[in-house]
């Protein structure tokens, strides 16, 4: 007689097995195939992850951006492409001449520190009365915006950010009533919409 006639043999000589036995193994099975799947997915996300590539992060309006539900799931979400102040720097063609003032742009007033910069200027280097680089990131976030780059944030928002800010005495912006954003909130919501 041979093995497999043998194990043939036995099954038939043991009563079928009880559903709640079959359940108890497949229950066990999926367990470990899910430890072991969500383990591989862990890395596969970890190194998939835009944030561990250096791209950005945020793809929201700044309200939109506080929400807590949004779903990053969404197969319609809009994704940033945007654009570091270094990185526009080293672009060779901008939607805007390289020598527009930041003061022609923005609007500012004539008490304005920024005025008489040029947005290439102040995306080269940080100015001393700016410790947090909230020019040099609205010069970055306007190109952004007109380029198209941020869809969710448009160049008529950036420029109510720096309005408000600096109406504010450098001192904030409001994403939504109630909340306020200090410089350094500011530039930590541009630095998540440019690469």
Not at 10 to 15: G, I, M, T, V
Not at 17 to 36: H, I, L, W, Y
Not at 58 to 86: D, K, Y
Not at 123 to 148: E, I, R, T
Request: include cysteine; charged fraction near 15%; proline fraction near 6%.
């Amino acid at each position: 007689m041979t093995i497999e006639q043998q194990q043939h043999d036995e099954n038939e000589k043991r009563p079928p097995q009880d559903p709640v036995e079959k359940t108890v193994f497949a229950g066990e099975s999926r367990r470990r195939f899910t430890k072991s799947g969500l383990a591989a997915s862990g890395v596969i996300l970890t190194l998939s992850s835009r944030s561990v590539l250096g791209a950005p992060t945020i793809n929201a309006s700044p309200s939109a951006s506080l929400s807590a539900n949004q779903s990053t799931h969404s197969q319609s979400q809009v994704l940033s492409t945007g654009l570091s102040p270094a990185q526009w720097i080293q672009q060779p063609k901008w939607p805007v001449d390289k020598s527009s003032s930041f003061g022609g742009v923005f609007g500012c007033g004539s008490a304005s520190v920024f005025k008489d910069n040029t947005l290439k200027a102040l995306m080269q280097k940080q100015q001393d009365c700016d410790p947090y680089k909230v020019g040099m990131y609205l010069s970055a976030a306007y190109l952004n915006a007109l380029d198209g780059r941020t869809p969710f944030l448009n160049v008529s928002r950036v420029k109510d950010m720096f309005n408000e800010w600096t109406l504010s005495g450098c001192g904030h912006f409001s994403p939504t009533a109630g909340v306020n954003w200090d410089s350094s909130q500011i530039v930590a919501y541009l630095k998540g919409t440019q690469g």
